[in-house]
């Protein structure tokens, strides 16, 4: 009841608390809803299958399962015709999948799933999709397309595939999307066989085909049905899952950290200002133990109360953040908001948790408060730094200097995740060891004024002097809001300074032929542009020095050096992961399901530009019909002078620019995401933490007030003084990220072998800065005028101006008895 009771008196101390974990529990909730939708789902042309049966996966690198190994059609013949006896499977059909995308008016229609639209004939079956008009392809030059494209039936169409633009006759149209040829024709852009689809007798259920058809298949791979079937997804569509999860990843672990350490240092600061109430508690025979289990139970019931509201506003937000998102092009399509409980009930329960764990620190410092301090004005004061403080303290900065510096060597994949880590550990640090710096910035800030002859300097020196360990706790929000905004905007800028310049210096010389509108180059642009790398990319799958099959990338090369029938060329981390050396051979698994052995002729030093393991051009085009060529380097004295429909041909620096600019677009979202919720964090708790101490010291104004003080001096009072916490925290704010941010850029210089400094946006830090003082001294004066009105009405019926609550000297008192 004291827990209820007191939440119930004192809702003002904890609202900062409670919006803190309101807004965490929102935020959790909504990217969980968002996660929790964007699940894989079963694509909508393969809704009409009552079973597919899918190769066995293969692992990546990592040992962590990724691409399935197609069957050759040798392996698939006898397979086709165990599942086409299995009981209630009406027919089998065999999907393929390959890079089909029409030309109007010879420009590329925009198709984002160009790379897998052409299909068989027999796959519209899965859809099922209707014929509009015409009737099925039956040669090799004709093609069903989707009526949307607006091409009728009897017409010429120009399909770019790999080969290149080729003319097709349109013979029909169907109600889907796609590009649909001879069975014979795709069996020939794609000769491996990644699923093997079942259609169903009626009255069959689909469970009953999938027992069935488990047992044909063996061994051999997996028979999945019902949503089972969303394993085989587009790849692009796995991209954009890949992006969003990224991204909305990082928003609920900021999230996270931000209410966790806005919660504990909201909590700590009310801990302090109710030390006389936990004294008297103490006097009248309350335990230590009773005392941090009071705060404890008023952080959970906080924490319940913000957890409930917060998942409210959590799916309420939802289409917004999947708005969002889609505007930023990473959610699978047709992405709809789906509300589960479990991302509610994990919200709520992280929402408590959080804030019982941020009160931790409060109930330990509220359970050592003594008996005798019930009669003192105040003993928080009494000591800076306590012993627990200092070790904790300088332990936090000690690991985050070692991760700074770790942000230098750590790898492209793990640097800016290694740079926010590093930037958390430190804000914890500093408002760790905050109350140390508060002292002496105070007075060195406060000492040009002191020969005006005003008290106001000598007060406020005084005060943050007296109470530095309230003033840290006012400006710890700040230091998160600066720290994060520092270092995410000065991420952003250090990376668009190094990533093109880094690119443009190793591509001096040489222009670039680039798909335009298109998902690759086809060997018709490789054979207008002779000269130069042109690489040939495809997932090929070799056993390891274990002997576990393992898929890899593989490049064809028509370099000289390396395009050599039968051979093969090595970096050495790929020879020492597969237990090979040169003159060794290996086998190797290609897309059409074919096992080739080739002789490892050469192990060479790691070169990202050369590829890990590079092979005869010939060899993979042979295995793999289907792949088309990455970007075409081609030196500047071999510059084409003409462009084939579909390309674009760049210099090394706009290439450069072009090619991060797709990712700078995602990585400026994120950072702004990240720094509004920063800052919104912050805000709310540098307002409210300002209120707070504000009303507490209402009886110290009260004095002020009656020795003569006017309501513009407490004012102006008020107002120096929150200046100068938000100017610690704001300066504690910017160093603890240079460390982060200089050990990124060093490792930007080595990665990118281009001179990199340290780049900062001083208008966002600016704008994060101010928006902090603002709120922080709006919430003060506001607070500071209301309290002062609301005493002065009491002293008057009182009949005194202080009433009869004065108690002592207060702040004035003791900026005396220190000067």
Same mark, same amino acid.
Request: a positive charge; charged letters at 20%.
């Given at each position: 009841?004291?827990?209820?009771? +007191?939440?119930?008196?004192?809702?003002?101390?904890?609202?900062?608390?409670?919006?803190?974990?309101?807004?965490?529990?929102?935020?959790?909730?909504?990217?969980?809803?968002?996660?929790?939708?964007?699940?894989?789902?079963?694509?909508?042309?393969?809704?009409?299958?009552?079973?597919? $049966?899918? #190769?066995?996966?293969?692992?990546?690198?990592?040992?962590?399962?990724?691409?399935?190994?197609?069957?050759?059609?040798?392996?698939?013949?006898?397979?086709?015709?165990?599942?086409?006896?299995?009981?209630?499977?009406?027919?089998?059909?065999?999907?393929?999948?390959?890079?089909?995308?029409?030309?109007?008016?010879?420009?590329?229609?925009?198709?984002?799933?160009?790379?897998?639209?052409?299909?068989?004939?027999?796959?519209?079956?899965? =859809?099922?999709?209707?014929?509009?008009?015409?009737?099925?392809?039956?040669?090799?030059?004709?093609?069903?397309?989707?009526?949307?494209?607006?091409?009728?039936?009897?017409?010429?169409?120009?399909?770019?595939?790999?080969?290149? %633009?080729?003319?097709?006759?349109?013979?029909?149209?169907?109600?889907?999307?796609?590009?649909?040829?001879?069975?014979?024709?795709?069996?020939?852009?794609?000769?491996?066989?990644?699923?093997?689809?079942?259609?169903?007798? /009626?009255?069959?259920?689909?469970?009953?085909?999938?027992?069935?058809?488990?047992?044909?298949?063996?061994?051999?791979?997996?028979?999945?049905?019902?949503?089972?079937?969303?394993?085989?997804?587009?790849?692009?569509?796995?991209?954009?899952?890949?992006?969003?999860?990224?991204?909305?990843? $990082?928003?609920?672990?900021?999230?996270?950290?931000?209410?966790?350490?806005?919660?504990?240092?909201?909590?700590?600061?009310?801990?302090?200002?109710?030390?006389? @109430?936990?004294?008297?508690?103490?006097?009248?025979?309350?335990?230590?133990?009773?005392?941090?289990? &009071?705060?404890?139970?008023?952080?959970?019931?906080?924490?319940?109360?913000?957890?409930?509201?917060? !998942?409210?506003?959590?799916?309420?937000?939802?289409?917004?953040?999947?708005?969002?998102?889609?505007?930023?092009?990473?959610?699978?399509? @047709?992405?709809?908001?789906?509300?589960?409980?479990?991302?509610?009930?994990?919200?709520?329960?992280?929402?408590?948790?959080?804030?019982?764990?941020?009160?931790?620190?409060?109930?330990? &410092?509220?359970?050592?408060?003594?008996?005798?301090?019930?009669?003192?004005? *105040?003993?928080?004061?009494?000591?800076?730094?306590?012993?627990?403080?200092?070790?904790?303290?300088?332990?936090?900065?000690?690991?985050?200097?070692?991760?700074?510096?770790?942000?230098?060597?750590?790898?492209?994949?793990?640097?800016?995740? &290694?740079?926010?880590?590093?930037?958390?550990?430190?804000?914890?640090?500093?408002?760790?060891?905050?109350?140390?710096?508060?002292?002496?910035?105070?007075?060195?800030?406060?000492?040009?004024?002191?020969?005006?002859?005003?008290?106001?300097?000598?007060?406020?020196?005084? @005060?943050? *002097?007296? +109470?530095?360990?309230?003033?840290?706790?006012?400006?710890?929000?700040?230091?998160?809001?600066?720290?994060?905004?520092?270092?995410?905007?000065?991420?952003?800028?250090?990376?668009?300074?190094?990533?093109?310049?880094?690119?443009?210096?190793?591509?001096m010389g040489q222009v670039i032929v680039t798909s335009d509108k298109?998902?690759? +180059?086809?060997?018709?642009?490789?054979?207008? +542009?002779?000269?130069?790398?042109?690489?040939?990319?495809?997932?090929?799958?070799?056993?390891?020095?274990?002997?576990?099959?393992?898929?890899?990338?593989?490049?064809?090369? %028509?370099?000289? !050096?390396?395009?050599?029938?039968?051979?093969?060329?090595?970096?050495?981390?790929?020879?020492?992961?597969?237990?090979?050396?040169?003159?060794?051979?290996?086998?190797?698994?290609?897309?059409?399901?074919?096992?080739?052995?080739?002789?490892? $002729?050469?192990?060479?030093?790691?070169?990202?530009?050369?590829?890990?393991?590079?092979?005869?051009?010939?060899?993979?085009?042979?295995?793999? #019909?289907?792949?088309?060529?990455?970007?075409?380097?081609?030196?500047?004295?071999?510059?084409?002078?003409?462009?084939?429909?579909?390309?674009?041909?760049?210099?090394?620096?706009?290439?450069?620019?072009?090619?991060?600019?797709?990712?700078? /677009?995602?990585?400026?979202?994120?950072?702004?995401?990240?720094?509004?919720?920063?800052?919104?964090?912050?805000?709310?708790?540098?307002?409210?933490? &300002?209120?707070?101490?504000?009303?507490?010291? %209402?009886?110290?104004?009260?004095?002020?007030?009656?020795?003569?003080?006017?309501?513009?001096?407490?004012?102006?009072?008020?107002?120096?003084?929150?200046?100068?916490?938000?100017?610690?925290?704001?300066?504690?704010?910017?160093?603890?990220?240079?460390?982060?941010?200089?050990?990124? =850029?060093?490792?930007?210089?080595?990665?990118?072998?281009?001179?990199?400094?340290?780049?900062?946006d001083l208008s966002a830090i600016a704008a994060v800065i101010l928006?902090?003082?603002?709120?922080?001294?709006?919430?003060?004066?506001?607070?500071?005028?209301?309290?002062?009105?609301?005493?002065?009405?009491?002293?008057?019926?009182?009949?005194?101006?202080?009433?009869?609550?004065?108690?002592?000297?207060?702040?004035?008192?003791?900026?005396?008895?220190?000067?």
């Amino acid at each position: 009841m004291l827990v209820f009771a +007191n939440v119930r008196e004192r809702w003002t101390s904890f609202l900062a608390a409670f919006v803190a974990v309101l807004v965490g529990v929102a935020l959790i909730t909504t990217t969980l809803i968002i996660y929790d939708s964007s699940r894989p789902k079963v694509q909508s042309r393969l809704s009409a299958a009552a079973a597919l $049966a899918i #190769p066995a996966q293969a692992v990546n690198q990592d040992q962590t399962p990724e691409d399935r190994v197609p069957w050759s059609p040798d392996e698939a013949r006898p397979l086709i015709d165990k599942l086409g006896a299995v009981p209630g499977v009406a027919s089998v059909v065999v999907d393929r999948s390959f890079y089909a995308q029409a030309f109007l008016d010879d420009k590329p229609v925009e198709d984002e799933g160009a790379l897998v639209a052409g299909h068989g004939w027999s796959s519209a079956r899965l =859809a099922p999709y209707k014929l509009v008009t015409g009737r099925a392809p039956a040669a090799a030059d004709e093609v069903v397309v989707d009526r949307a494209l607006g091409v009728a039936a009897g017409k010429k169409l120009t399909v770019n595939i790999t080969k290149g %633009r080729t003319e097709f006759r349109v013979v029909g149209t169907v109600d889907g999307p796609g590009y649909y040829l001879t069975d014979d024709f795709a069996a020939r852009q794609e000769p491996g066989v990644g699923a093997i689809a079942l259609l169903a007798d /009626k009255g069959t259920s689909a469970g009953d085909i999938k027992s069935g058809a488990a047992g044909a298949v063996g061994d051999r791979g997996t028979v999945v049905s019902g949503e089972g079937r969303s394993a085989l997804q587009p790849e692009y569509v796995e991209h954009k899952r890949f992006l969003g999860t990224q991204l909305i990843g $990082a928003m609920a672990t900021l999230g996270l950290f931000t209410t966790v350490f806005v919660v504990a240092s909201m909590l700590v600061l009310a801990t302090g200002l109710r030390r006389r @109430e936990i004294g008297l508690l103490r006097m009248i025979g309350a335990s230590p133990r009773q005392v941090r289990r &009071m705060i404890l139970g008023e952080a959970g019931l906080i924490g319940l109360l913000g957890a409930l509201a917060g !998942c409210l506003v959590g799916v309420a937000a939802a289409p917004l953040l999947r708005n969002i998102l889609q505007g930023l092009d990473v959610t699978p399509p @047709e992405l709809s908001v789906q509300v589960a409980m479990w991302p509610l009930f994990t919200a709520a329960a992280t929402g408590v948790g959080v804030s019982v764990l941020g009160a931790w620190s409060a109930s330990r &410092m509220a359970a050592r408060v003594a008996p005798i301090e019930a009669l003192l004005d *105040s003993r928080a004061n009494s000591r800076t730094m306590s012993r627990s403080r200092w070790i904790g303290g300088l332990v936090v900065l000690g690991l985050g200097v070692v991760l700074a510096i770790g942000t230098a060597t750590a790898g492209a994949d793990t640097r800016i995740n &290694m740079a926010i880590f590093a930037t958390m550990v430190l804000i914890v640090a500093a408002a760790l060891l905050a109350p140390v710096f508060v002292g002496p910035v105070g007075r060195a800030l406060t000492t040009p004024f002191k020969r005006l002859g005003s008290a106001a300097p000598l007060l406020v020196r005084a @005060e943050l *002097s007296a +109470n530095s360990r309230r003033a840290a706790s006012l400006a710890a929000p700040v230091i998160a809001a600066v720290g994060f905004a520092v270092l995410l905007s000065g991420m952003v800028e250090t990376m668009r300074v190094a990533y093109p310049a880094g690119d443009a210096l190793k591509l001096m010389g040489q222009v670039i032929v680039t798909s335009d509108k298109t998902p690759g +180059n086809t060997d018709e642009v490789v054979a207008a +542009n002779p000269v130069g790398r042109a690489a040939l990319p495809s997932r090929a799958f070799v056993r390891d020095k274990d002997g576990t099959l393992t898929v890899i990338d593989a490049l064809g090369s %028509r370099d000289a !050096c390396w395009n050599k029938p039968g051979q093969a060329v090595l970096g050495e981390k790929m020879a020492d992961f597969l237990g090979v050396k040169a003159g060794d051979e290996h086998a190797v698994r290609f897309a059409d399901g074919a096992r080739v052995k080739v002789r490892i $002729a050469q192990v060479l030093p790691d070169d990202p530009a050369r590829g890990d393991f590079v092979m005869s051009r010939q060899l993979v085009r042979e295995h793999d #019909p289907a792949a088309l060529t990455d970007d075409i380097f081609v030196p500047m004295k071999s510059k084409p002078t003409s462009v084939v429909p579909g390309t674009a041909v760049h210099d090394a620096v706009q290439f450069a620019l072009d090619d991060y600019a797709t990712d700078s /677009k995602l990585t400026d979202s994120l950072a702004v995401m990240l720094i509004v919720i920063a800052v919104g964090y912050s805000g709310i708790a540098v307002a409210n933490s &300002m209120a707070m101490t504000a009303h507490g010291r %209402r009886r110290d104004f009260a004095v002020m007030k009656s020795a003569g003080g006017t309501v513009r001096q407490l004012l102006m009072f008020s107002v120096a003084e929150t200046t100068l916490v938000v100017a610690v925290g704001a300066a504690l704010g910017v160093l603890v990220t240079l460390g982060p941010l200089a050990g990124m =850029a060093s490792g930007l210089s080595q990665a990118t072998s281009a001179q990199v400094g340290l780049h900062l946006d001083l208008s966002a830090i600016a704008a994060v800065i101010l928006g902090s003082l603002v709120l922080a001294t709006a919430a003060s004066v506001v607070v500071t005028w209301r309290t002062m009105r609301r005493e002065a009405g009491r002293g008057e019926r009182a009949g005194g101006p202080g009433g009869p609550g004065g108690r002592g000297p207060g702040l004035a008192g003791r900026a005396d008895r220190r000067h």
